[in-house]
């Protein structure tokens, strides 16, 4: 009996770190986005009338600002919507690849559940900040959070979408390079919502975009392109590279006036080449 404790006892400790280690960890929702202004180009999150404006979050109940968090280390901001239970736009600062894409578990949050992506063969668990963007592991995992994702079909994550992210990934990593000799560069991708919906729960996004802007010490300019494609399976094998002023024409038709860049001047449009 003496026996069986001890070993009860030794294995206490190392059960402890098990169970410290698969605890999931939760967003940090904040009361308001000045709390995850780091993530934005000069700490200027984009305007969106009605929902997003001058930085203040105008229907709160609604919308809620997340500073994703993982072992304590904020890693991106997300713009959540309660009502369609997707995020409206992730932001985040690009300091280069962090290496491998890791496969941690999904986390699991008070707003979205994974079973409603379950044997979905037509929809993906789309990221919004990708995996592949991270600096480090711990942002690179701190990206598998449902409150970061949207339903994106198929065919257009892992085809157009997927090759828009690589070659952006690339321009960032060869012009984004700032006096310092540091790579930096602020990139906000986002969502339209639409009238369809993932189990009658998840609004099934019409149109997803992407846009960054970053100042490039070998161009002497502030550098900025934009993209974007409607989340169906049929369309052109890549996304072109438009300008912001472009995006937020396009983004206008849904947000009157929706400025994703307010603080991004005189830049120069960096096309991707394919």
């Not at 736009?89 to 079973?115: H, L, T, V």
């Not at 006036?257 to 603080?263: A, C, G, L």
């Amino acid at each position: 009996l003496y026996q069986s404790i001890m070993k009860v006892q030794h294995l206490l400790p190392l059960a402890a770190v098990v169970l410290l280690y698969i605890v999931p960890t939760e967003p940090e929702v904040v009361t308001s986005i000045a709390e995850c202004l780091d993530f934005f180009l000069h700490q200027t999150p984009p305007n969106i009338p009605g929902i997003l404006e001058k930085g203040e979050i105008q229907d709160q109940n609604r919308y809620k600002p997340i500073c994703q968090t993982l072992n304590d280390k904020r890693t991106f901001m997300t713009l959540y919507d309660t009502l369609n239970k997707i995020p409206l736009f992730s932001a985040a600062k690009y300091r280069g690849d962090g290496g491998k894409r890791p496969m941690p578990d999904w986390k699991i949050e008070p707003q979205a559940r994974d079973q409603d992506y379950r044997n979905n063969q037509s929809f993906d668990r789309g990221h919004l900040f990708p995996s592949s963007y991270g600096s480090d592991q711990i942002e690179k995992m701190s990206t598998f959070t449902l409150t970061n994702i949207v339903p994106q079909q198929h065919k257009f994550n892992t085809g157009r979408w997927n090759r828009m992210e690589k070659c952006v990934k690339c321009v960032l990593n060869k012009f984004c390079i700032n006096n310092n000799e540091e790579i930096e560069g602020f990139i906000v991708i986002g969502a339209l919502p639409s009238n369809s919906s993932l189990n009658n729960r998840i609004n099934i996004p019409s149109v997803l975009w992407s846009a960054f802007c970053c100042f490039s010490k070998s161009q002497n300019s502030w550098l900025a392109s934009a993209h974007w494609g409607e989340n169906v399976a049929e369309g052109p094998e890549y996304l072109q590279t438009q300008k912001l002023t472009e995006l937020h024409r396009t983004l206008g038709t849904e947000f009157n006036s929706y400025m994703v860049y307010n603080m991004c001047q005189n830049w120069i449009t960096v096309c991707c080449q394919h």
